[in-house]
């Protein structure tokens, strides 16, 4: 039986090329997609979540606008540098598709979570705001819940927006504490594994010989190719990031290396805010059991399997929608 996901996304480059992932791939029954602030505005991130299921060929996928900004109602700060103006590296067809349910992101999550209980992984692959505003108005859902996968944080790697901190939970860190300390099983996928499971030249050549859905995601890799390449590698490749977490939150890829430990975030001032504490202690012993631990890190997952996203996408052939740029 596919499994029953609901997908949280800020929607960039990676964020699109993860929606289509869990749209195309035959055992991920994407329920719902949720909109929320981050690497763009709302507004863009909504626009392009309908855009990408559309292009999927599944507009028919309920997708629900989220939260504008942090949690604690301060300044949003986004990441266009990264994703482009219209986070989709600035080669998007900027023409709008579909429109939004009129219920919000997190409601849509308290809706799905009754209506089937413990099936539904939640996946979230931007800010935890929705994630964290779902909690507060519905305190069961840890029980409905089979459980949450983030794309966030890194237990021994370096962060990507301070020295210790990576972007999503860096974002909104308050909201990220909630989503730590509540009772799911959470799957952190964060940087340990999301920095080394990379898209290079062959993924795009394979993707830009498939279809027009194929296309226009290796189109929007070209920008993000970029970044990465002046930001983190020296060359042109680029991390795919919340594809890999929705390969792992869907179990369609099993880590190799995934131990289950007591994790927080570093709220308030200070140079570590956002970072995630990971208790790595029992690495020597092969990280014996820990009271009241629940949130499974990854620590290590097959590089390659970058490949078989790039293949699900590549073999999908041409969109319905016209995927033209307009001019
Ligand atoms: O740190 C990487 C994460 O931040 C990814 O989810 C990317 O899309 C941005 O949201
Ligand atoms: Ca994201």
């Known amino acids: 039986m596919a499994q029953k996901i609901i ?14 992932y869990a749209a195309l ?31 999927a060929g599944r507009a028919e996928i309920p997708v629900a606008r989220g939260a504008a900004g942090p949690i604690d109602g301060s300044d949003a700060v986004f990441a266009y540098h990264v994703h482009g103006d219209d986070g989709q590296g600035n080669a998007g067809t900027g023409r709008p598709v579909g429109e939004t349910v009129e219920w919000t992101a997190a409601e849509q999550i308290i809706r799905l979570a009754k209506r089937h209980p413990k099936e539904i992984e939640l996946i979230a692959v931007g800010p935890m705001t929705n994630v964290a505003l779902a909690l507060s108005l519905c305190p069961e859902l840890p029980s409905l819940l089979k459980g949450v996968t983030i794309m966030g944080g890194a237990a021994g790697a370096p962060g990507n927006v301070t020295e210790v901190a990576e972007a999503n939970i860096h974002s909104d860190p308050e909201a990220a504490a909630a989503v730590f300390s509540a009772t799911w099983p959470l799957t952190m996928v964060g940087l340990d594994v999301t920095m080394i499971t990379t898209l290079d030249d062959s993924h795009r050549a394979t993707l830009a010989a498939g279809g027009s859905i194929g296309q226009y995601m290796a189109d929007i890799l070209d920008f ?12 042109r490749r ?36 956002g970072q995630t504490v990971c208790d790595l202690r029992g690495m020597y012993m092969g990280y014996p059991e820990q009271h009241g631990a629940t949130t499974r890190v990854v620590l290590k997952s097959d590089p ?24």
Not at 7 to 20: F, H, K, R, S
Not at 32 to 47: C, F, K, P, Y
């Open 7 to 20: 997908l949280d996304c800020d929607t960039g480059v990676d964020d699109t090329m993860a929606i289509l």
């Open 25 to 55: 791939h035959p055992e991920i029954d994407l329920l719902a997609v949720g909109s929320v602030w981050g690497n763009v505005d709302i507004e863009t991130a909504t626009r392009n979540c309908l855009h990408t299921v559309a292009m």
């Open 224 to 235: 993000y190719f970029s970044f990465f390449e002046a930001a983190a590698f020296g060359e």
């Open 238 to 273: 680029s991390c795919m990031h919340d594809a890999l977490a929705v390969a792992i939150g869907a179990g369609l890829l099993e880590p190799e290396l995934a131990p289950i430990v007591n994790a927080y975030v570093v709220t308030g001032a200070g140079p570590t805010r």
């Open 304 to 327: 390659a399997f970058a490949k078989d996203v790039v293949r699900v996408i590549a073999e999908a052939g041409d969109s319905p929608i016209d995927l033209t740029r307009v001019r």
